[in-house]
Nanobody, 117 residues
Framework: QVQLVESGGGLVQPGGSLRLSCAAS???????MGWYRQAPGKQRELVAA???????NYADSVKGRCTISRDNAKNTVYLQMNSLKPEDTAVYYC????????????WGQGTQVTVSS
């Protein structure tokens, strides 16, 4: 498995920015990586994803405001979030998808993002 640890969350005012980091325990070169979020009472939803080849996609709600990137040399994926809105408030989770003795889907413990005045 790939152990994932998120960091960078916190309290930010509307319109502010945060940069989330996801540190993996080993190489993520062969992994498709993603950021998901879950607000209280809501289902977990995809925010952004980046394939092993560097192809990205974003939820419509964050397009133009978020950028996902990866640094394979550091076994780390990032989510830069700008122009944050109160509706962005959620626990943000890092996800890794890969094939190793079958399909794998690993998750971090999450980091809290709160957007509030």
């Amino acid at each position: 498995q790939v152990q994932l640890v998120e960091s960078g969350g916190g309290l930010v005012q509307p319109g502010g920015s945060l940069r989330l980091s996801c540190a993996a325990s080993r190489s993520i070169n062969a992994c498709d990586m993603g950021w998901y979020r879950q607000a209280p009472g809501k289902q977990r939803e995809l925010v952004a994803a980046i394939t092993s080849g560097g192809i990205t996609n974003y939820a419509d709600s964050v397009k133009g405001r978020c950028t996902i990137s990866r640094d394979n040399a550091k076994n780390t994926v990032y989510l830069q979030m700008n122009s944050l809105k109160p509706e962005d408030t959620a626990v943000y989770y890092c996800n890794a998808r890969y094939w190793r003795l079958g399909p794998r889907n690993d998750w971090g413990q999450g980091t809290q993002v709160t957007v509030s005045s």
